[in-house]
Structures are given as structure tokens and as C-alpha cells.
T-cell receptor, first 113, second 113 residues
């Protein structure tokens, strides 16, 4: 079991640049979640997909954020343009079904200068 | 809406001490309750869960009992080890609210040898 795979592990970019975070869920899992973790706000759910379809994106902070899941084995979270306040650790998680336990990746630490 | 409240950390203990991390929740209906653990540099991992009142979840020496009368799910361990040092998150999933997890703010545990 390879677990949820996220890339890159670390990303440092300048304000205004586009950032793309990638996630490969566990094979066979039908639900995928994107979370953001900061010291100030803790763990926040940004968006989740079920069977590749976005179900709830109410946590996406602004139009600068977008997420896609073109197939069952890949998802991206894009920030364009990035801002310093977007600096955080972004986690992807997947679950077998909507009400199954979540399996988290190791996260992408994003720093926007 | 649903919410989870955890004691603020950090909690600092000596090895072999008794651990309690308090967690209370607010939710309609009958949510499922979870404890997740996050080790440094990693994503969250499911530690234990309970799906109905009076259920006790247990794993790796940790226990938590679902107390509906006090809306609590306190995490306990009789004898902590240095390797237990991590951040612990209490969470609930409410089947009446879209099956998404609601996380508490996390409690950092530091165990000293």
C-alpha cells in the first residue's frame, strides 16, 4: 500500500506566481479531500470530491484557488496568483467511501515570499 | 453547525505518565467520533474511532469512550512514551451533515525522557 502521494513536499515561490500541488490517492478510494493547515486556523477543508466529482468547495478561500480531479488516480490544487498568506501545509486525503476513515498524504509545505 | 473543542497545548509529560487530552463536541444527531495523530513532517493518521454512544475506541494503548451525556470523547493513555510526542486531533463525522470530518484545533503532546 503506497498510501496517498503528494508532490512536491516543499514549494517556495514568489508572490504572483502560479502554484500547482499534486495528489495521487490510494487506488480504489472513491473520495478525495484537500485540506490546508496553518498555526492560526488549524486544519481547514478546502474541497472534496466523490467519484471525481467536486461535492463541496465551500472551503475554497477565493477564486484564486481551483481544484480538479480529471481521473480517479490524480488531483491538483492550483493557486493563481499566489500570495504570502497562502503559505501553509496543504494535505490531500482519500477514503474508500464518503464515510470511511481518511488516509492522509504527508503534505506539501508551501511558502510564498 | 458542528464543532469540536480540544484542550489547548502543548501538553508536556514525563515518560510513563498518564495522559488525558480532553475533547468535547457539538453536533446534531449521532455523529461518529475520531482521534487522529500527526507526527512531525507527516500527515494525519487515524488513531481510533467510535461510532455510537458508550463505544470505546482503542489502539496502541490509547483509549477514548464516546460519552453522549457529556458530549465528550477524551483521549487517555496509561503510560506515555517519548515516541507518542505528536499533535492529536479530535474529529467528528455527522451523517446528517454531508459526511465531512470536522476537526478540533489539535493538541501538541511532548513527552520527555
Amino acid at each position: 500500500d503506497a498510501g496517498v502521494i503528494q508532490s512536491p513536499r516543499h514549494e517556495v515561490t514568489e508572490m504572483g506566481q502560479e502554484v500547482t500541488l499534486r495528489c495521487k490517492p490510494i487506488s480504489g478510494h472513491n473520495s478525495l479531500f484537500w485540506y490546508r493547515q496553518t498555526m492560526m486556523r488549524g486544519l481547514e477543508l478546502l474541497i472534496y470530491f466523490n467519484n471525481n466529482v467536486p461535492i463541496d468547495d465551500s472551503g475554497m478561500p477565493e477564486d484564486r484557488f481551483s481544484a480538479k480531479m480529471p481521473n480517479a488516480s490524480f488531483s491538483t490544487l492550483k493557486i493563481q496568483p499566489s500570495e504570502p498568506r497562502d503559505s501553509a501545509v496543504y494535505f490531500c486525503a482519500s477514503s474508500l467511501q464518503e464515510n470511511s476513515p481518511l488516509h492522509f498524504g504527508n503534505g506539501t509545505r508551501l511558502t510564498v515570499t | 453547525g458542528d464543532s469540536v473543542t480540544q484542550m489547548e497545548g502543548p501538553v508536556t509529560l514525563s515518560e510513563e505518565a498518564f495522559l488525558t487530552i480532553n475533547c468535547t463536541y457539538t453536533a446534531t444527531g449521532y455523529p461518529s467520533l475520531f482521534w487522529y495523530v500527526q507526527y512531525p513532517g507527516e500527515g494525519l493518521q487515524l488513531l481510533l474511532k467510535a461510532t455510537k454512544a458508550d463505544d470505546k475506541g482503542s489502539n496502541k494503548g490509547f483509549e477514548a469512550t464516546y460519552r453522549k451525556e457529556t458530549t465528550s470523547f477524551h483521549l487517555e493513555k496509561g503510560s506515555v512514551q517519548v515516541s507518542d510526542s505528536a499533535v492529536y486531533f479530535c474529529a467528528l463525522r455527522n451523517n446528517n451533515a454531508g459526511n465531512m470530518l470536522t476537526f478540533g484545533g489539535g493538541t501538541r503532546l511532548m513527552v520527555k525522557p
